[in-house]
């Protein structure tokens, strides 16, 4: 494809493949060369330039972040609170599936529900779901409760709006072609309606769970007792950054590793699509 | 699909909906808003009303006509507005900026884009506590939040929008004798733009989050800190009069954005 | 006697949730012989899709009596199978699960589906693609595969609803080639609607001339030429006189 915008990419070659090899892992390189040097430079400032007093109390490196987490690993400081977080994450997620997913098809085939709900989802979807946390806290106290309500809240939305998306958009013309095979309802939701929701829902599934570990984090940080959060919001107040940055990697990480996996099943099950569904 | 109507001889009638069948979506979720504060009001006649627990539309609504008149929700609502225009002014102008660069040079786009995959993937929120530590209770650390919590939805769509731009029209506008400000003007702010105000839609929303956590954490006036106070003492006719507040601008914003997306970019379809 | 598919006074109206209603058929009647290829032609709008549907079985008209062998017309069934202009190939699976789709709704076993699907596969010309998806395949082989999918259930009758509307004019020959081999194995009877005089003489016993909306059927012309029919009578007089006569017909109905 001609690109006429980008002057700097890329020519076409007819070059040695050995040419053609780093091409094709050119971005990834450069990619983790980027996150790598970031890192390094991390590293080195402290020894590059003199840090005043004030800023040294708050500075730490990748090394005694890493070095931090491995300790809070092996000594199992890490595994309770995350256990705890890992929780309220885990119930507020399936909450949002169980709830989201019958709801998301029940809105899809029924217009008038559809349009009966539509403000609640819009207001609740556009709000922040931290300007209910003091009410939960009323409610729930700073157990697991509150964690979770904030959790699911969050997670509901891309659920239940991207099964009803899927639901409503199943081709007109595919249903009647199924039908005019012979089919039943239930044929033609089976053959028909699903196949084409599913992509939808597993790519709300996706942003769920990046919501769902926002929640975690937010809750714990303003109205927990226990969790990874409230270690960190805790030893942020002690002045342990590297702490901080520790419970923040693991967050990051597994963030990541979860989607990452929905991702390849999204894929695996959208063999037959031309391209992916977007964000 | 055929209705079963006696055999009428006219030909196609002219269209004659009435007021409701046209707008048949608003009028249901009016009703459905109406009958849900109506409920609420209502289930108290049978529910014993603990007025720590909970509150009542005609409470909430006393409350809340309380506040605007004490002037105390406008203040409130101002102090909140500031670091949030601040915040979301710097990020749309860094993100937007980063967007393209990594857009238009291809190999910076590649060289960053995992990089801003992790940040936006991390729970950027973890690092307020520290940045109120470092840059204590005030404006300046309520405006770093949101920046940072608002800035990658704009680099993103500003990328995506980048790399979006139809190689075809630059070669059309070139081919018509265009120099490069009308390439610009003609054909790449016009292609990149509703990616933009997509990406602020997601930013405001963020924003939002931004201007809760660090009112949350420690400040002394603000919507979010008086949604926190009103909690304490147990005001909650206030406290629901507050949240009531934010939720009707958060879809404002948000909603507001989406209608001016329709209206100004009406050949984006989806997103 | 009785026509093998027969159709007498067949109205319908449709009532669109936010228009005025709009008569799509209006004392339609039609007549169609066992293993006879009769095309309908008309303006855009006059119901002739919509009567293939009725006879399909999704639609029911507001009256008027529809009998097939006989027997009235109840829903759809296994006699009748139609062939869509958009194809209307599920794309989540493959050419070959797409074929076996309407055995497969009939509880057919996985490996007497496989009996049916792969000789009708490699009648098409397909064979080798039977794992592919529909998105990898051009217009034409999708519509050879919605061929196949519809002659898998071996139904007595064949209703088109201007399947190759949506491919290129050199396909669209080809596939009438196609088409023409296969009615005359499988000596189905066939009911194909077009927009194109040319294609419907080409092809049909007879063809008839509907009018605009609400339609009727107009005039019927019988189609004289000699099978099998190869490209070369596309240019004969004859042809052409009678393609005459149809537009002639045709004409009047259409609005710009």
Known sequence: MTDTLRTDAPAESLTAPARSLWRQIEPAALGMGSIVLLLVIWEALPHLMTLGAGTKMYFTTPSRVGATLWNMMVTGTLWEPLGVSAAGFGIGLLLSIAVGLPLGVLLGRSRTLNAMFDPFITAFNATPRLVFLPLLMLWFGLGVWSKVVIVFIGALFPILINTYEGVRNADRLLINVVRSFGASEWDVARLVVVPNALPYIIAGLRLAIGRAVLGVVVAEFFGAEQGLGVVMVQAASRYQVDVVFAGLVVFAVLSLIMTGLVRLLEDRLSRWRPQRLGE | ?271 | MQAYIQGRNVNLTFRPPNRGPVRALSNFDIDIGEGEFLSIVGPSGCGKSTFLNVLLGLIKPDSGDIRMGGKPIAGPGGDRAMVFQEFGLLPWRTVQANVELGLELKGMAADARRKVSQPLIEMIGLAGFESHFPHELSGGMKQRVGLARALATDPNVLLMDEPFAALDAQTRDLMQVELLRVWQEAKKTVLFVTHQIDEAIYLSDRVMVMTKRPGRAKKIFPIALPRPRDYEMRVTPEFNELKLEIWNELKDEITV
Request: net charge positive; hydrophobic share 60%; with cysteine.
């Open chain 2, 1 to 271: 699909m055929a209705q079963n109507v006696a055999q009428d001889t006219a030909t196609d009638d002219a269209p004659h909906q009435s007021f409701a069948a046209r707008h048949r979506n608003l009028l249901l979720g009016l009703t459905s808003v109406v009958l849900f504060f109506a409920a609420w009001q209502a289930v108290f006649l049978v529910v014993p009303f603990n007025k720590l627990f909970i509150s009542k539309p005609d409470l909430i609504a006393a409350g809340l006509f309380d506040l605007i008149r004490s002037g105390a929700l406008f203040r409130d609502l101002a102090v909140s507005a500031v670091p949030f225009f601040y915040g979301l002014v710097a990020a749309t102008v860094v993100g937007v900026a980063l967007g393209v660069v990594m857009g238009w040079r291809t190999r910076v786009g590649w060289a960053l884009d995992p990089l801003m995959t992790v940040f936006y993937a991390s729970p950027l929120v973890a690092l307020s506590p520290l940045i109120v530590i470092f840059l204590g209770v005030g404006l300046a650390a309520k405006t770093l939040i949101i920046f940072f919590l608002s800035v990658f939805p704009f680099v993103f769509n500003a990328y995506a929008g980048v790399r979006a731009v139809d190689p075809l029209l630059i070669n059309v506008v070139r081919s018509l004798g265009g120099r490069e400000i009308d390439l610009y003007l003609k054909v790449i702010v016009p292609s990149v733009l509703p990616y933009v105000v997509a990406g602020a839609r997601i930013a405001v929303g963020r924003a939002l989050i931004g201007v809760l956590v660090g009112e949350f954490f420690a400040a002394s006036e603000g919507i979010g800190y008086a949604i926190a106070r009103f909690g304490d003492l147990f005001a909650l006719d206030k406290m629901f009069a507050c949240i009531i507040v934010i939720m009707v601008i958060a879809v404002a914003l948000t909603e507001g954005i989406r209608w001016a997306e329709r209206a100004a970019f009406p050949w984006r379809a989806g997103q």
